[in-house]
């Protein structure tokens, strides 16, 4: 077995990846809005309020990881 030496390891280079900037804020945009999203269901939904009405599934689901990240709850 024959180790690589520095040199033969620097020739397999990779190249990047380049996004134009149309695509890059398509991606920033849905990112955002999946985060705002989460964001809702954890730390502002609280059933009595829900955009689901008076339904407190998501609530009772995530209650415990709302205690764990500090959002109070009742």
Same mark, same amino acid.
């Given at each position: 077995? %024959?180790?690589? %030496?520095? #040199?033969? !390891? !620097?020739? #397999?280079?990779?190249?990047?990846?380049?996004?134009?900037? !149309?695509?890059? /804020?398509?991606? /920033?945009? *849905?990112?955002?809005?999946? #985060?705002?999203?989460?964001?809702?269901?954890?730390? =502002? &939904?609280?059933?009595?309020?829900?955009?689901? *009405?008076? &339904?407190?599934?998501?609530?009772?689901? =995530?209650?415990?990881?709302?205690?764990?990240?500090?959002?109070?709850c009742?």
């Amino acid at each position: 077995m %024959s180790a690589m %030496s520095g #040199a033969e !390891s !620097s020739q #397999a280079a990779t190249t990047p990846l380049v996004l134009p900037i !149309s695509r890059s /804020l398509v991606w /920033l945009g *849905g990112t955002a809005l999946l #985060a705002l999203l989460l964001y809702y269901f954890i730390g =502002i &939904d609280q059933g009595a309020v829900s955009i689901f *009405g008076s &339904d407190s599934h998501v609530h009772e689901f =995530i209650h415990d990881g709302r205690h764990f990240l500090g959002f109070p709850c009742h």
